[in-house]
């Protein structure tokens, strides 16, 4: 397509974007080419494929269309969600400093804490990201990244965006931003000046629970550069019959966003008006701190959400039906994840709560399915839940 398509809306791109037809054969869908190698035309001259660990068409296709859609220079996929957060982190030198925020995926984390810090001296700060103070105040002479996530994973905490990127521009700071729970479909950061966007294309890209995958997209076509001699180097690459399923998924990605999204609005004001239900999590309630800066930095509000439960969470759990209990988030079926044993259990009990997680928070990634069937088998699981007496 030509630079106009650019121009069209998001559901057309997600169609369209990056030009995917096969010029050989005019195929719609780029084919899974699954070679290791590549003859040369001739010894000597350059080659845009030599080897599929540098470089292969199918997993070019996927970089060029999530690019195209995040507004970036450059995408660059990886085996996983967490490669690709690694990606980023191997940008930084031996001893660099990273701001984050307290409220964290349990996997970033983990590779925060337990891996980085010991295998290349990374320190990292984590911070209220809703006292801008505090985030100016955290960055020293070794920062050198800001890592995002907005709404965050579990509490769907929203963090400005615009505002972050003018603290880290002033100080010569690199932003990245996990984007994964909006897609571009809800949100794009590059737009509000972020350098970085990071997905698991495992969760909404993908959209079916059927691969693992990760992509980095750059605002600098040089960082982009070295992200991909990076990969190159470890070896974090995505097979091709992986970046297909997520091209794939891509396709769809707009029509079932908005049916993710509006099934979540449903659901979390019903949630909401129950009495087993202490506290709903979700950007789109007028209740959440974060619902005016949601309104100007999404498109929507997107498909997940969180609740404290009054009540005993293995009964919840047990008794649902369509809810599949399940670790991951973003597949068109619904999810009930249990942050304490599931994304966050290798968290201690002491930090999580300090986190605001308690062992009764539940995650629902909210699925396409008919909304009045979620809401009767979430009405079910309440009542079996019974009710806890918290009062102190």
Same mark, same amino acid.
């Given at each position: ?20 037809v096969d010029p050989a054969t005019g195929a719609v869908m780029p084919p899974i080419v699954t070679s290791s190698t ?41 085996? #996983?969600?967490? *490669?690709?957060? &690694?990606?980023?982190?191997? @940008?930084?030198? $031996?001893?660099?400093? =990273?701001?984050? %925020?307290? /409220? ?114 750059? #605002?600098?076509? *040089?960082?982009? &550069?070295?992200?991909?001699? @990076?990969?190159? $180097?470890?070896?974090? =690459?995505?097979? %091709?019959? /992986? ?150």
């Amino acid at each position: 397509m030509t630079d106009d398509s650019k121009a069209t809306d998001i559901a057309t791109q997600c169609i369209h974007a990056g030009d995917t037809v096969d010029p050989a054969t005019g195929a719609v869908m780029p084919p899974i080419v699954t070679s290791s190698t590549y003859r040369q035309t001739e010894f000597g001259a350059p080659m845009t494929y030599a080897y599929s660990r540098a470089a292969n068409p199918t997993r070019d296709a996927l970089e060029r269309c999530v690019a195209e859609l995040e507004g970036g220079e450059r995408g660059v996929a990886y085996a #996983a969600g967490m *490669a690709a957060t &690694a990606g980023v982190l191997d @940008l930084l030198d $031996a001893g660099a400093h =990273v701001v984050a %925020p307290q /409220d964290l995926y349990g996997g970033t984390l983990r590779l925060f804490n337990e891996v980085r810090t010991r295998s290349a001296k990374l320190r990292f700060t984590y911070v209220d990201f809703a006292d801008l103070d505090a985030v100016a105040a955290a960055i020293r002479p070794q920062t050198r990244l800001i890592w995002l996530e907005t709404p965050t994973n579990p509490l769907l905490k929203l963090i400005d965006l615009a505002a972050v990127v003018e603290i880290a521009k002033a100080k010569d700071v690199m932003v990245a931003v996990d984007n994964t729970f909006c897609t571009p479909c809800g949100q794009r950061p590059l737009e509000l000046g972020c350098d970085i966007v990071m997905h698991s294309t495992t969760k909404y890209l993908g959209g079916h629970s059927d691969v693992i995958g990760g992509l980095n997209i750059v #605002a600098d076509a *040089a960082v982009g &550069a070295e992200l991909v001699s @990076l990969r190159s $180097a470890v070896g974090s =690459v995505p097979g %091709p019959f /992986d970046a297909y399923l997520v091209l794939r998924g891509i396709k769809t990605l707009a029509l079932r966003m908005a049916k993710h999204a509006e099934n979540a609005q449903v659901l979390a004001e019903w949630l909401q008006a129950q009495d087993a239900v202490e506290r709903v999590y979700f950007p789109g309630l007028a209740s959440h701190p974060g619902h005016g800066l949601a309104k100007r930095q999404m498109d929507n509000f997107g498909g997940m959400l969180a609740f404290e439960l009054n009540g005993d969470v293995a009964r919840f759990m047990s008794a649902l039906r369509i809810f599949a209990v399940a670790e991951s988030l973003g597949g068109v079926e619904s999810l009930a994840g249990h942050p304490a044993t599931m994304s966050h259990s290798n968290i201690p009990q002491a930090e999580r709560e300090a986190m605001g997680i308690p062992d009764h928070l539940v995650r629902l990634s909210v699925g396409i399915e008919h909304v009045d069937d979620l809401q009767t088998d979430l009405e079910t699981a309440l009542a079996a839940a019974g009710r806890n007496d918290r009062s102190p």
